[in-house]
């Protein structure tokens, strides 16, 4: 039987894993185990394509599950929220792979939980994992054993005591959440274009030009120049990338705008845009996700790493002062 992609990264995962522990694929996964699994599967490909948004509630499917663990993605649009809950028996971890989510627990700090940084746990550990961002996140999470009980629990005081009528408390909560996530949020001071591209680059997947070369090939993301005309004509362009310059870049992209391309159509377009050094690239990318398109990010270094590189791209000197097929 031929394996999915997921299936078989989950194969080579576990076959390491239990050739390091001398163990059979039976034997429970410790969260460290847990941790390394989630984040060698957040980084492979094939599986985001199966993810999708929704605005009434998460989003979450189910992967992949064997005899030891299991494995979800979930989606977040701003404002959901798990509200307090355990996993019962089982250890698990989950990984960030687009977006930002926090994490709360009684009488602790809220954590923020950055892509690639995987947070791991064991039995009955309890906690409410919240998207206040105002950009949609995905998530992957394992359990071991396979996920097959979750308790709900309510707040009180700094105490979380079982909760009743979860279904409702659900619901209301991802209202209270959705509505404080898009309120303004108050500040003692502005920030620097350095704080605002950090914020912004922690909230990106960014690609080497290796990596977007890769993804334009293999899985059809779309390749975006934001650079002006001027800089196009010095530097030199990348064959069969779309030309929408910065100005015009979230007109263009927001499926419910009436100037939007024709292939902007859904929130999963995975569009990865480029600039002349990889900055402008990654405030446009984080503006991108803004508007609901999760799967947005930039070309680390930009047009002068991807040149440097010597991967595809036309040089100055044929480059033409206007481009129809390409320039939008």
């Given at each position: 039987m031929q394996l999915a992609p997921e299936e078989v990264l989950v194969h080579e995962v576990?076959?390491?894993?239990?050739?390091?522990?001398?163990?059979?694929?039976?034997?429970?996964?410790?969260?460290?185990?847990?941790?390394?699994?989630?984040s060698r599967f957040a980084s492979s490909e094939g599986w985001l394509d199966r993810v999708r948004l929704r605005t009434e509630h998460r989003w979450f499917q189910r992967l992949y599950h064997g005899p030891d663990y299991d494995i979800w993605a979930i989606s977040w649009m701003p404002g959901?929220?798990?509200?307090?809950?355990?996993?019962?028996?089982s250890s698990g971890a989950f990984v960030v792979a687009a977006g930002i989510l926090e994490e709360h627990r009684p009488g602790e700090e809220t954590l923020a939980i950055l892509p690639g940084l995987p947070r791991a746990f064991g039995p009955e550990y309890a906690h409410d994992v919240r998207n206040v961002s105002p950009a949609p996140a995905v998530s992957i999470h394992a359990y071991s054993p396979p996920l097959s009980e979750m308790n709900e629990y309510e707040l009180e005081g700094s105490q979380l005591v079982p909760r009743e009528h979860a279904s409702e408390r659900a619901e209301r909560l991802d209202l209270e959440w959705r509505t404080q996530g898009l309120q303004p949020v108050g500040r003692t001071g502005a920030l620097s274009i350095e704080q605002m591209l950090s914020a912004a680059r922690a909230r990106l997947r960014r690609l080497s030009p290796h990596e977007a070369y890769k993804a334009v090939a293999k899985t059809g993301a779309t390749l975006v120049d934001i650079r002006p005309e001027a800089q196009r004509t010095i530097e030199g362009r990348i064959p069969g990338a779309l030309i929408v310059e910065r100005n015009v870049l979230e007109w263009r992209f927001d499926p419910a705008s009436n100037a939007r391309l024709p292939i902007a159509n859904d929130h999963d377009l995975q569009v990865i845009v480029f600039c002349s050094e990889g900055y402008t690239s990654s405030l446009a990318a984080a503006?991108?996700?803004?508007?609901?398109?999760?799967?947005?990010?930039?070309?680390?270094?930009?047009?002068?790493?991807?040149?440097?590189?010597?991967?595809p791209n036309v040089p100055p000197d044929e480059v033409s002062s206007k481009d129809p097929a390409e320039e939008l």
């Open positions: 576990s076959s390491s894993l239990i050739a390091a522990n001398g163990q059979s694929g039976t034997v429970l996964r410790t969260p460290e185990e847990l941790a390394n699994i989630v959901q929220s798990t509200g307090f809950h355990d996993h019962g028996e503006a991108l996700q803004d508007l609901g398109l999760w799967r947005a990010t930039d070309v680390v270094g930009g047009f002068h790493a991807w040149r440097s590189t010597g991967l």
